[in-house]
């Protein structure tokens, strides 16, 4: 099992992933709503890979218009990427 992420690397976290689209914004906080207790060191090296890429990039991933290639194609990118894909209950 992987390390759950300790408080200060999850608010540096939550910091990092601030973006300049709403849209963005909007599924990033719906996945810590739902995940930030359980987040691992891991999954926290996913999406640390997805918040590298520009806000139209990353919108076309969460859409589902794009599956990641190159170097950001990686399973935990993959993972947090189905994470943040999750439809609301």
């Not at 987040?39 to 890429?53: K, N, P, W």
């Not at 076309?60 to 990427?81: A, M, S, T, Y």
């Amino acid at each position: 099992m992987d390390t759950l992420l300790d408080e200060r690397a999850l608010s540096k976290l939550r910091w990092r992933c601030r973006r300049g689209l709403l849209e963005n914004d909007l599924f990033i906080e719906r996945f810590f709503q739902r995940f930030e207790s359980t987040l691992t060191v891991r999954q926290a090296a996913g999406l640390e890979a997805l918040m590298d890429l520009a806000d139209n990039d990353l919108l076309d991933l969460l859409l589902c218009r794009k599956e990641p290639e190159g170097d950001i194609d990686r399973p935990e990118v993959r993972e947090v990427l189905g994470m943040l894909r999750q439809r609301p209950d």
